[in-house]
């Protein structure tokens, strides 16, 4: 499967550059980018589609923004700029915001970027044809309107405080009407994107290639080319690694960071994300749709020890759905590990002798998933709990987890593409949401999460947005593991990556001394 290529500009903030290694700096060297070459990249995950409507999860992301990219992303200092938009006007109302497009800019084909894209784009979400998995990006927009061929205007149905952030994530970059129209749900064969990148050759499930695009309108890509491997197994892509098959691996496993630290010309980079990695329940299953069975698994679940075993400490604790590295996310505590209580609780539920739940865990798509999943196993089989593991391949978990009536418990892990919490506590936690895999369902919720998109001010903001987060954590719909720090190797001739906190990697500056 193939690696999350990333957006070409995000939160430069808290990109770390991967010149660097875990301990500082490589010595400076005076030499200059050098020209050509291929960046061989071994990733955990294959795309599940080229296509950025259909983007769900952030392997699939980090190509995709690599091919495509928003009308808008934010600064190293967190402000907004202008990515296919040179500059924009609010109306006084704070309902229509008019954008000015980048000149000269051409998509994968040669189509020109207008008006006219940029509404095709959101219109094509936005349609009941598309099926699209993330329309919920375009909730609070009424309507887009070519002004003339270089000005677009976008109005929304009401204040909408978080919009700017909302146009950065990948759901909303612009694609070519002509690809679009041409391919409609065959799109990812050819995508049209703007990116500094064009798709070369994709093997699904194996490899792809993605290429230099010679009329990018920015700065044009060092690299001739970058090599995408699919390798599930993390020690396969850490041995890659250090016998020189791979130039950079992603998600390497902690208890391998010491050794390859130790390598000669191998550096490791860790990096603090926006992920969070939980066990979920599906509260309209049995025996999950007992709040005192949810409760129970959270209390039998020891997340310090997950933290410090599993994951040989690096991550970092907590309990709230959301990072508080996340502008705007309080800070929870973990659940308290309780087992006696735990099995209290079951047998009040009526389960005094245990109970039997299939877990499903991925292999490959975050670091020691399928570990923590056994961890997790052995945990609540201390409190009558028997866990029956489940490991299916990652596209055929994503599509179980999108029937949403599959699956009673998983592990998985929920990123922040846009650096805003408005955009995955709408699909998380909202009962109509996307990826709110578990059915959870709160009136309550759904009310405060419209409320804070209407909240101008930021204070007044985040005190809405802890009123979402407490509830989440006090009705029990998951545990909360760890929020996820990033781990990826590199060889010592790999310069101008950035790993960003949103988890893309940004390869467009990327060159091999």
Same mark, same amino acid.
């Given at each position: 499967?193939?690696?999350?290529?990333?957006?070409?500009?995000?939160?430069?903030?808290?990109?770390?550059?991967?010149?660097?290694?875990?301990?500082?700096? +490589?010595?400076?060297?005076?030499?200059?980018?050098?020209?050509?070459?291929?960046?061989?990249?071994?990733?955990?995950?294959?795309?599940?589609?080229?296509?950025?409507?259909?983007?769900?999860?952030?392997?699939?992301?980090? #190509?995709?923004?690599?091919?495509?990219?928003?009308?808008?992303?934010?600064?190293?200092?967190?402000?907004?700029?202008?990515?296919?938009?040179?500059?924009?006007?609010?109306?006084?109302?704070?309902?229509?915001?008019?954008?000015?497009?980048?000149?000269?800019?051409?998509?994968?084909?040669?189509?020109?970027?207008?008006?006219?894209?940029?509404?095709?784009?959101?219109?094509?979400?936005?349609?009941?044809?598309?099926?699209?998995?993330?329309?919920?990006?375009?909730?609070?927009?009424?309507?887009?309107?070519?002004?003339?061929? +270089?000005?677009?205007?976008?109005?929304?149905?009401?204040?909408?405080?978080?919009?700017?952030?909302?146009?950065?994530?990948?759901?909303?970059?612009?694609?070519?009407?002509?690809?679009?129209?041409?391919?409609?749900?065959?799109?990812?064969?050819?995508?049209?994107?703007?990116?500094?990148?064009?798709?070369?050759?994709?093997?699904?499930?194996?490899?792809?290639?993605?290429?230099?695009?010679?009329?990018?309108?920015?700065?044009?890509?060092?690299?001739?080319?970058?090599?995408?491997?699919?390798?599930?197994?993390?020690?396969?892509?850490?041995?890659?690694?250090?016998?020189?098959?791979?130039? +950079?691996?992603?998600?390497?496993?902690?208890?391998?960071?010491?050794?390859?630290?130790?390598?000669?010309?191998?550096?490791?980079?860790?990096?603090?994300?926006?992920?969070?990695?939980?066990?979920?329940?599906?509260?309209?299953?049995?025996?999950?749709?007992?709040?005192?069975?949810?409760?129970?698994?959270?209390?039998?679940?020891?997340?310090?020890?997950?933290?410090?075993?599993?994951?040989?400490?690096?991550?970092?604790?907590?309990?709230?759905?959301?990072?508080?590295?996340?502008?705007?996310?309080?800070?929870?505590?973990?659940?308290?590990?309780?087992?006696?209580?735990?099995?209290?609780?079951?047998?009040?539920?009526?389960?005094?002798?245990?109970?039997?739940?299939?877990?499903?865990?991925?292999?490959?798509?975050?670091?020691?998933?399928?570990?923590?999943?056994?961890?997790?196993?052995?945990?609540?089989?201390?409190?009558?709990?028997?866990?029956?593991?489940?490991?299916?391949?990652?596209?055929?978990?994503?599509?179980?987890?999108?029937?949403?009536?599959?699956?009673?418990?998983?592990?998985?892990?929920?990123?922040?593409?846009?650096?805003?919490?408005?955009?995955?506590?709408? #699909?998380?936690?909202?009962?109509?949401?996307?990826?709110?895999?578990?059915?959870?369902?709160?009136?309550?919720?759904?009310?405060?999460?419209?409320?804070?998109?209407?909240?101008?001010?930021?204070?007044?903001?985040?005190?809405?947005?802890?009123?979402?987060?407490?509830?989440?954590?006090?009705?029990?719909?998951?545990?909360?593991?760890?929020?996820?720090?990033?781990?990826?190797?590199?060889?010592?001739?790999?310069?101008?990556?950035?790993?960003?906190?949103?988890?893309?990697?940004?390869?467009?500056?990327?060159?091999?001394?």
């Amino acid at each position: 499967m193939l690696s999350h290529l990333a957006r070409r500009h995000f939160l430069r903030l808290f990109a770390v550059t991967l010149g660097l290694s875990a301990a500082g700096p +490589m010595p400076a060297t005076a030499q200059a980018p050098k020209q050509g070459g291929t960046l061989r990249y071994a990733t955990g995950t294959d795309a599940q589609t080229l296509d950025p409507q259909f983007v769900t999860d952030i392997p699939t992301a980090r #190509i995709v923004m690599q091919l495509h990219e928003t009308l808008v992303y934010p600064d190293e200092k967190g402000e907004i700029k202008g990515a296919l938009a040179e500059s924009w006007t609010v109306s006084d109302d704070k309902l229509t915001w008019t954008f000015k497009l980048r000149n000269g800019v051409k998509f994968h084909g040669g189509a020109p970027l207008n008006a006219s894209a940029v509404k095709f784009t959101f219109d094509r979400i936005n349609a009941d044809a598309t099926k699209s998995p993330r329309r919920s990006s375009t909730a609070a927009i009424e309507s887009v309107t070519a002004v003339d061929d +270089m000005t677009v205007a976008i109005k929304t149905k009401s204040v909408f405080a978080p919009l700017l952030a909302q146009l950065s994530a990948y759901n909303l970059a612009i694609i070519s009407p002509n690809a679009g129209k041409a391919l409609n749900n065959d799109y990812s064969k050819a995508p049209a994107g703007t990116g500094p990148f064009k798709l070369g050759s994709w093997t699904p499930g194996e490899k792809m290639t993605l290429v230099r695009n010679p009329d990018y309108w920015g700065e044009k890509t060092k690299l001739d080319s970058i090599e995408i491997a699919v390798v599930p197994e993390d020690s396969a892509r850490v041995l890659m690694l250090l016998a020189g098959q791979a130039d +950079m691996i992603s998600n390497v496993p902690p208890v391998m960071v010491n050794r390859l630290r130790g390598a000669p010309n191998v550096q490791v980079i860790e990096k603090t994300g926006f992920r969070t990695i939980y066990a979920g329940m599906n509260v309209t299953m049995k025996p999950f749709d007992n709040p005192k069975v949810r409760q129970a698994v959270a209390l039998a679940i020891d997340t310090k020890a997950l933290l410090e075993g599993v994951m040989n400490k690096i991550g970092t604790a907590g309990g709230g759905l959301e990072s508080p590295v996340i502008p705007g996310a309080t800070e929870f505590p973990p659940y308290p590990y309780d087992p006696a209580k735990a099995k209290a609780l079951l047998a009040e539920a009526g389960y005094p002798n245990g109970l039997t739940v299939d877990f499903y865990v991925p292999t490959g798509r975050y670091i020691n998933d399928r570990q923590l999943g056994e961890a997790i196993q052995a945990q609540l089989a201390k409190v009558g709990i028997k866990v029956n593991l489940q490991t299916p391949e990652w596209g055929a978990y994503q599509a179980m987890l999108n029937d949403k009536t599959k699956i009673p418990f998983f592990l998985l892990g929920k990123g922040s593409p846009t650096g805003d919490l408005d955009f995955t506590l709408a #699909i998380t936690t909202q009962s109509k949401g996307s990826g709110n895999y578990g059915n959870y369902n709160n009136p309550e919720v759904d009310k405060l999460i419209l409320e804070q998109r209407s909240t101008v001010d930021p204070a007044a903001r985040k005190e809405v947005l802890r009123k979402v987060l407490q509830h989440t954590y006090d009705d029990y719909p998951w545990v909360v593991l760890f929020y996820e720090n990033q781990l990826f190797g590199q060889k010592a001739n790999v310069r101008g990556v950035e790993v960003l906190p949103n988890e893309n990697v940004v390869f467009a500056r990327a060159w091999l001394q």
